[in-house]
């Protein structure tokens, strides 16, 4: 059994992981128009458009089948103003590529010892699902090869793309899938390794990596959604899987666990087949219709679909008993992998098989009934039902029958999709082999030596030559400056670091950042909701001495708690703001006015008597030394007015 607590022997397996990084470009505009390069949530247009019929070009099978079962789909786009034009609706060719976004993965590419090609040409990807008003992406190939380092270890880089992100999925209901447009032809970097990883930690350590040194380009996008990864897993025996969209990357090391475990499991599942003599030739697709056993059922799922007009349909799954339920990943079962093939190619939402019942309001009485009317052993043999329109419900059928024949041959090649806690879901078949078409309507670009000199500028220090100068420049810990190399906002860090390192310690800059509010992160503070603006708000306050650092971590979950706050509101509700100086100067304006006779007399003697009234009006509210250097500037004018006075 694989238990999720098993530990896996990843070397014994031969685990082969490759990589596939999405990094977002911040370029002034998108890759094939000039439209700009942030989301919205602002008002725009819909238009409504149908899938497109089946290239010619597209001869295969499953994506013709797929085509099929789309038929009567259609995709409403919404289309933000400002953020589209005729290029994101299909009506107006392409630009030329954006030279700002292939500069940019010039740059990285030379970080990464890549060959860099002479013409980068523009091809065609088909898209099947509609994130795409054309019906394919746009990609160009940057460079070849490459390196990247991490923990000591050297890993291959096989392409370097620039390519345009697709549109945003918003929702689906029915036939109709909802997208908005705002996404769509943002540049996107995709750079992907060779299958050289060979355990979970690692792929995360290089995706780490991958991602710090696109961010030290300075040229790419922030924040979540900005950066998503893909793995391809396999392991002998088993098959090469794709996983696509992995957003964080604390999940990558559990996703390829999970997809060990799963082929793992498969790979026994295939072996406990065999040994039980089950052939192709038993899976027959042999329905029968079982609904008179369910008229008076207590399962809602089913009187639902019968008084829809539906039907209950089961199959007999010769000697298989117990390897339907049979968990391949935590809290999923093979009967799980079932149902993910029949939503996705019967358009049917579930099943019910004989390894989970009785249970969902289904009787044993019901169950016997079923075995009885497939003439099936209650003791060997295990069955899969399924409650829907006559139609569908056989069509389902006949999908697992193909998918349960598929698990005499192990792990099928498939694209998966990852969930939250690190499992993953079918997605769709694993195209067979990608087919590019060239783009015609776009010139190819030569990479010329003046091209290659801008990039050049471009290029990112290594992270650990940024280490070392963030621990020399700025005495930071190794730890602190690990920390900062690590975090996505490291340019954001870098900057206020420029602009107020000389009256704040850049130490401190760094840790509200890293350590005070990660720390409260981890309290359930929602931090990320401070916008970048009022966290410099916050390191104003600091530089201008009107805030003690003791205050900082107080104020930023006064700041996260509400959003309308800025930094000094939010110092001045805890009260621990400081008085401006403007402020501090009037009330030594007021104590010197009172006191001018003192000053003409006594000089700059005065200031002794004078800086204990000052104290006793702005203790606490304002650092002394404001006030004693205020104090004396001021004791200083009056004096030289006196003097020019007299004179
Ligand atoms: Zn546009």
């Known amino acids: 059994m694989t238990g999720s607590e098993e530990e896996l022997d990843y070397e014994a397996l031969g685990l082969k992981v490759g990589l596939e990084i999405h990094q977002q470009l911040n370029t002034r505009h998108k890759l094939f128009c000039g439209c700009p390069t942030d989301l919205t949530e602002g008002e725009g247009d819909k238009f409504r458009r149908w899938l497109r019929p089946t290239r010619s070009e597209t001869g295969d099978v499953d994506v013709a089948a797929l085509f099929e079962y789309r038929k009567g789909r259609y995709y409403m786009y919404l289309a933000p103003y400002g953020h589209h034009c005729l290029v994101e609706a299909d009506e107006e060719p392409p630009h030329p590529i954006n030279e700002e976004a292939v500069r940019i993965a010039i740059a990285v590419a030379k970080a990464l010892g890549s060959t860099i090609v002479d013409e980068v040409h523009v091809m065609r990807k088909l898209v099947i699902d509609g994130s795409n008003t054309s019906g394919f992406q746009r990609t160009a190939i940057v460079a070849l090869g490459g390196r990247i380092s991490s923990n000591g270890k050297e890993y291959g880089i096989q392409t370097i793309v620039v390519e345009e992100d697709a549109a945003r999925k918003e929702g689906e209901s029915g036939p109709e899938v909802d997208y908005k447009l705002d996404r769509l032809g943002i540049p996107l970097i995709e750079i992907a390794t060779a299958p050289d990883i060979h355990t979970p930690r690692e792929a995360r350590d290089v995706a780490l990596a991958i991602g710090m040194l696109l961010r030290m380009t300075g040229a790419v996008k922030r924040g979540l959604g900005t950066i998503r990864q893909d793995l391809n897993v396999s392991i002998v025996g088993g098959a090469k899987t794709e996983i696509k969209g992995v957003q964080e990357l604390e999940l990558i090391e559990k996703v390829v666990k999970y997809e060990v475990m799963r082929q793992v499991s498969l790979l026994k599942i295939r072996d406990e087949m065999a040994a039980r003599g089950i052939t192709e030739d038993m899976i027959v697709l042999a329905p029968v219709n079982v609904t008179e056993v369910f008229r008076n059922t207590r399962s ?21 008993k117990g390897l339907i339920g049979r968990e391949v990943q935590p809290g999923r079962r093979f009967g799980t992998e079932l149902a993910d093939y029949v939503r996705f190619w019967a358009d049917v939402q579930g099943l019910f098989h004989s390894d989970e019942l009785p249970n969902y309001g289904i009787t044993k009485e019901e169950v016997d009934a079923v075995y009885r009317a497939l003439n099936a052993d209650p003791l060997a043999d295990a069955f899969v039902m399924v409650a829907e329109r006559e139609e569908r419900a056989l069509k389902a059928l006949s999908v697992i029958v193909d998918r349960v024949r598929q698990a005499l041959h192990g792990v099928p090649e498939e694209t998966r999709a990852a969930n939250e806690d690190g499992t993953t879901r079918y997605l769709r078949p694993r195209p067979g082999k990608e087919r590019m078409y060239p783009e015609t309507d776009i010139p190819p670009l030569r990479v010329t030596p003046e091209l290659l000199a801008e990039a050049e500028k471009l290029v990112p220090e290594s992270p650990e030559a940024k280490l070392r100068r963030l621990v020399e420049r700025y005495s930071m810990s190794r730890d602190l400056a690990e920390k900062v190399v690590a975090d996505p906002r490291l340019p954001v860090i870098e900057e206020l670091i420029a602009k107020y390192g000389s009256s704040v310690q850049p130490t401190l800059i760094a840790s509200i950042f890293v350590t005070i509010m990660k720390g409260l992160r981890g309290k359930g503070v929602d931090v990320d909701s401070i916008s970048e603006d009022r966290i410099e708000d916050l390191i104003r306050l600091l530089a201008e001495g009107r805030m003690a650092k003791e205050a900082v971590e107080a104020v930023l979950a006064e700041m996260a708690k509400d959003r309308s706050l800025s930094a000094e509101e939010a110092a001045k509700k805890l009260g621990l703001i400081n008085m401006s100086v403007e402020e501090a100067a009037k009330v ?7 006191n001018v006779e003192l000053v003409r007399q ?8 004078l800086m204990g009234k000052a104290m006793d009006r702005l203790r606490g509210k304002i650092d002394g030394k404001v006030v004693a250097e205020l104090l004396r500037e001021k004791i200083r004018q009056i004096l030289s007015s006196a003097a020019s006075g007299q004179g």
Request: net charge positive; glycine share 14%; charged share 20%.
């Open 588 to 594: 030594i304006d007021e104590i010197l006015n009172a």
């Open 602 to 609: 006594r000089g700059e003697g005065a200031f002794g008597a």
């Open 300 to 320: 809602k799922v089913i009187s639902r679909a019968l008084s829809q007009g539906g039907v209950v349909l089961a199959l007999r799954l010769p000697r298989m």
